[in-house]
C-alpha cells in the first residue's frame, strides 16, 4: 500500500508539474500533453484533498502538495471570476461597449441574422465582432451590413474562405488593416487600429483552430485529430501572441479560441493582459451553449491600460456560442501618463 501510495503520489505531482509548466513547452509537446490541460479541474482537486488529508494526518509531505496548489491555483482561478474591484462611474462618451461573437453563420438565414443583428444593435455597443461570417456565396455581405446600418466603419477579410470568415463594425474610424490567415488552416484573425475619443488601441478579432472532431470517427481518430488541432492551434497563439507584443498600442483581443482556460493557448496569449470575464464576469458557466453549458472557450482580453466595467456571456438561440458583451475605458492614468508624452 506503502509503494501506491507512492507511485500515485509522484503521478499526481508530476501531472500537476506538467500543468503549471505547460506554456514553457513547444507548441507540439504542449498538444501532445491536451489532455493534461483538459484535466486540470480534476487535478487541482485531487492535490486539494490529499493536502487537506496530510494536513489533518500532521504528514510531512502536506508542505509539497501546498506548493503545489499554490502553484496551480492561477490556472484554476481562470475557471472562476472573483472581483472585488470598485467600478468607476464613466460618462458613456468615454466608454467602449464592444460584442463579440462566433454567430454561426447566421444559420444561413435571414431571419436569423436579423433578429441576432436587432439583439445586438439594442445594446448599442461601438464594436462588434463576428467569427464565421458566412461566405457571401451563401449568405450576401451586403445582407449582413445592411443588418447593421449604424455602423460606417466595418472590416471583412479579403480572401473570401469557404467558412470561418471575420467581421468587425465600428462607429469609430478604423486603420491599418490587416490579415493573418494560419498556414493549412481556414482560420484568421484580422487586426485593426481604432481611433476613439482621441486614443488608438489595437483590435485583433480572432478564430483559432477548431477541435475538429467528427462523431462518426472511431475514438481513436478523434484522439489523433484533437491532439493534431491542438498543435495547429497553438501555433497560431503563438503567431497572436507576437502580434500583439508588436503592438505601440493597447489591445483588445476577442474571439473563439476554441480553448479553454487551462490550455496552452490561452495562458500564452493573455500572459500580458487582463481577461474581461475575470475582471467583471458574474457567473462561472461558460461561453459554449452546448455540452452542458461549462466550456469557456471565447474570450475578450485586454491590456492594463484599460479598465473593465462589465462583462456578459448572452445566450441565445441562434447560435451554439453565447455572445460576450463587454463595457471598457480607458484608465485615467494611461491617459494622464499620454497627455504628459503629448506635451513634452
Known amino acids: 500500500m506503502r509503494v501506491f501510495n507512492c507511485l500515485s503520489g509522484g503521478v499526481l505531482c508530476g501531472l500537476t508539474l506538467l500543468l503549471i509548466f505547460l506554456p514553457c513547452f513547444t507548441p507540439e509537446w504542449a498538444g501532445n500533453l491536451i489532455f493534461i490541460s483538459l484535466s486540470a479541474i480534476p487535478i487541482c482537486i485531487a492535490d ?6 496530510l494536513l489533518w494526518k500532521h504528514n510531512r509531505w502536506w508542505m509539497l502538495y501546498l506548493l ?23 460618462p458613456d462618451s468615454n466608454q467602449l461597449k464592444l460584442v463579440c461573437w462566433n454567430a454561426e453563420g447566421f444559420r444561413l ?17 461601438g464594436i462588434v465582432c463576428l467569427q464565421e461570417r458566412p461566405h457571401t456565396n451563401l449568405l450576401a455581405w451586403d445582407t449582413i451590413q445592411a443588418a447593421f446600418p449604424d455602423y460606417p466603419y466595418c472590416i471583412i477579410n479579403s480572401r473570401e474562405d469557404e467558412i470561418l470568415n471575420l467581421a468587425v463594425f465600428s462607429r469609430w474610424p478604423v486603420g491599418n488593416v490587416q490579415e493573418y490567415y494560419f498556414p493549412d488552416s481556414y482560420n484568421k484573425m484580422l487586426q485593426a487600429d481604432i481611433r476613439m475619443i482621441g486614443q488608438t488601441f489595437r483590435l485583433f478579432n480572432v ?6 472532431m467528427n462523431e462518426s470517427s472511431s475514438m481513436k481518430d478523434r484522439l489523433q485529430t484533437m ?8 501555433r497560431q497563439a503563438d503567431l497572436l501572441a507576437n502580434a500583439i507584443a508588436e503592438s505601440p498600442y493597447p489591445v483588445i483581443v476577442c474571439g473563439d479560441f476554441n480553448d479553454i482556460p487551462a490550455s496552452y493557448v490561452y495562458r500564452k496569449i493573455s500572459r500580458s493582459l487582463q481577461d474581461c470575464f475575470l475582471q467583471a ?5 461558460g461561453s459554449y451553449q452546448r455540452w452542458g453549458d461549462f466550456l469557456r ?3 475578450t482580453l485586454c491590456s492594463p491600460a484599460f479598465q473593465v466595467n462589465c462583462y456578459q ?4 438561440p441562434w447560435s451554439d456560442h453565447k455572445q460576450q458583451h463587454c463595457v471598457l475605458y480607458l484608465d485615467k492614468r494611461y491617459l494622464k501618463k499620454q497627455d504628459l508624452l503629448k506635451n513634452k
Open 281 to 285: 464576469g458574474r457567473t462561472w458557466k
Open 68 to 90: 503545489l496548489l499554490l502553484g496551480s491555483s492561477p490556472i484554476l482561478s481562470g475557471y472562476f471570476p472573483l472581483h472585488f474591484l470598485h467600478r468607476e462611474e464613466v
Open 297 to 299: 472557450i471565447d474570450y
Open 227 to 234: 491532439r493534431h488541432h491542438a498543435i495547429r492551434r497553438n
Open 313 to 316: 456571456l448572452v445566450s441565445n
Open 48 to 53: 486539494g484533498i490529499i493536502f487537506a488529508i
Open 109 to 125: 438565414n435571414k431571419d436569423t441574422l436579423a433578429k441576432a443583428a436587432h439583439s445586438i444593435r439594442i445594446l448599442q455597443p
Open 207 to 212: 478564430h483559432l483552430q477548431t477541435t475538429g
